[in-house]
């Protein structure tokens, strides 16, 4: 059965927020709010994990997983960004957008797009999530808490927790997040393309 952690939305427990970070250490999946809407996540180098996710949203071995990250400075360590695209991209984090990149050797090669070689990379605009990042001290390897054959994430932690109780170890549950996942920018050829409009305002990136 996943734990349940109660956390309040702008000033998260410490002691929650630690016993959350321990289980992710551990191997654990975690669904958690961001500001575009809940997520699916693990420690970046749990395979486990990675399969979990996969199985529960049925994902083939083109989708992009993204790595969440603390801040821009994280984020530089596992993506390339070149100088033309590092004000554009700095100036939309924190918010509500993914960016794909190619990826550094940081980032382990069963997460790159297996052709492309990239990585999706975000930096969420949530006080619990940062809380997360900043305790653990590394990205969390997520993806999008949509189910299969649904059009909308779901949204509310109970529910998470009934509906995924036997296949996740944790919801942390910070009230509404909003139903919208993040806006997706794929930055790896020479122009961007937006790959799903979505939280973030996508009219900067066209």
């Known amino acids: 059965m996943a734990k349940y952690f109660d956390v309040h939305p702008d ?3 410490p002691r ?3 016993q959350v970070v321990d289980l992710i250490r551990s191997g ?3 669904a958690y709010p961001t500001d575009s809407c809940f997520a699916l996540g693990c420690a970046l180098g749990n395979k486990d994990g990675l399969d979990r996710i996969r199985d529960i949203r049925h994902l083939g071995s083109n ?5 969440v990250c603390r801040d821009f400075a994280q984020l530089g360590q596992f993506v390339q960004i070149n100088n033309a695209l590092f004000r554009a991209i700095k100036a939309a984090t924190p918010g509500s957008y993914t960016f794909i990149l190619p990826a550094t050797r940081e980032v382990p090669r069963r997460l790159l797009h297996p052709k492309k070689k990239t ?3 975000r ?6 999530a940062q809380a997360i990042l900043t305790e653990l ?3 969390l390897l997520s993806s999008t808490l949509l189910l299969p054959d649904e059009t909308e994430p779901l949204t509310q932690g109970w529910e998470i927790k009934e509906r995924l109780d036997h296949v996740i170890d944790a919801v942390i549950d910070s009230g509404e997040c909003g139903t919208e996942p993040t806006t997706v920018i794929d930055f790896s050829q020479d122009e961007p ?3 799903r409009r979505g939280a973030g305002d996508p009219s900067r990136f066209e």
């Open 137 to 139: 001290g590394e990205p």
């Open 193 to 195: 393309e937006i790959v």
């Open 119 to 121: 990585v999706g990379v």
């Open 28 to 30: 654990g999946l975690v």
């Open 16 to 18: 929650t927020i630690g």
């Open 63 to 67: 989708h992009h997983f993204t790595l």
């Open 123 to 128: 930096i969420p605009d949530h006080a619990v």
């Open 11 to 13: 000033n998260p427990q």
